[in-house]
């Protein structure tokens, strides 16, 4: 039933547990004898494709392994529906724990699978998967979103955290409005919080990358109000310091965002600077360690002294993935965080080392 591993998605203070399946079943979660279910309003979810089940995080930790179980629905008859018998399937699961996390970013895949899963092992051990964004090249149909769960599921066998940032290609196609039935959100809202381990992060959403009255989106895109919102939430997390990024423990802090926001592009891309400006001042109150971005398939490294951040942000800025549209070549980048800065390594499928950089740690 299940067609990947499960993928262990970081979100707020919970794990959301969730699994593409190829028939009607009822899902859930066992971790330390106690069960949690993907269900609505008391009754299980089985006419889906994407199953969830959210699992608070320190109670996957202690664990360490959860048993994903699911029930064939054969018929969903009103009257003593046909549930075929229980099929599980046991997880270990290992929580960032240590102060110097590997990470490895996967962003602008495009619909490559095997390349971004290759360069992710060429790197080697990771304790924390990055997808940040346009892993499928659109939203048309079930299957591009599918992409996603192939590659963090090759990656990651459900055993370390995923987090998750929309791209602007995401938003494109008939199914683009489900995003958040098939990946990790918070209220519905494709923008939120996590903290996994001493790491603490903000997501952000860009959402598309030219305006809403852009002809070729027909109307249908309205991602300025969907923007102010976010401003809005920058707005809650900074009242709420004490919960988030300024938390017992946290050491590192990061922005992740598909679209590199602080960097004023040419049109038509060139949008929402008043919008995106007020992001960045706003997250000066957070003082965050770095940026992690993509959407400009480059390998690149910027530091708050190179004047590539036009909008007053005080973080070095890592922006990595690089599709590979004419040759079956993927670049990613991954990340070795280590007290006083971080090694950066922007490497192919090939395991080719592209560029290497040594980025001292935001201070405050």
Not at 269 to 297: R, S, T
């Amino acid at each position: 039933m299940l067609i990947t591993d499960p993928v262990v998605f970081a979100v707020g203070n919970d794990y959301h547990i969730m699994a593409p399946v190829d028939e009607d079943c009822l899902y859930g979660v066992e971790v330390g004898g106690e069960k949690f279910l993907d269900e609505a309003n008391g009754v299980f979810r089985s006419d889906c494709r994407i199953h969830r089940a959210i699992v608070p995080m320190e109670v996957l930790s202690a664990a360490g392994e959860c048993a994903v179980f699911t029930r064939k629905v054969a018929d969903g008859a009103p009257d003593s529906p046909a549930i075929e018998g229980l099929v599980e399937m046991q997880y270990d699961f290992q929580p960032l724990v240590t102060e110097e996390p590997r990470v490895y970013v996967v962003s602008d895949t495009h619909c490559q699978i095997e390349e971004p899963i290759a360069a992710a092992k060429a790197f080697g051990k990771i304790d924390l998967l990055i997808l940040n964004g346009d892993i499928p090249d659109c939203a048309y149909n079930h299957d591009f979103y599918l992409i996603a769960y192939r590659i963090a599921a090759a990656i990651t066998h459900g055993n370390i955290p995923v987090v998750m940032a929309r791209g602007n290609h995401d938003l494109r196609g008939y199914i683009a409005e489900h995003y958040a039935e098939y990946f990790p959100n918070q209220n519905g809202n494709t923008y939120y919080t996590f903290r996994v381990g001493s790491i603490w992060g903000i997501v952000l959403d860009g959402g598309e990358d030219k305006p809403d009255e852009y002809p070729d989106y027909s109307g249908i895109v309205c991602c300025h109000r969907f923007r102010q919102r976010q401003t809005a939430f920058i707005k809650q997390v900074t009242d709420n310091a004490a919960n988030e990024y300024a938390a017992d423990g946290v050491k590192l802090r990061l922005v992740v965002c598909h679209n590199p926001f602080v960097h004023r592009m040419d049109p038509p891309f060139d949008i929402e600077q008043e919008i995106y400006a007020e992001w960045a001042k706003l997250l000066q109150n957070v003082n965050p360690h770095y940026m992690i971005c993509g959407h400009l398939h480059c390998s690149q490294v910027h530091t708050p002294d190179d004047g590539w951040s036009t909008n007053g942000t005080l973080c070095p800025v890592l922006v990595g993935g690089i599709p590979g549209r004419k040759n079956p070549i993927w670049h990613g980048m991954g990340i070795e965080f280590f007290a006083d800065g971080c090694h950066v390594t922007h490497n192919n499928n090939n395991g080719e080392i592209v560029l290497e950089s040594d980025v001292p740690k935001a201070s405050f």
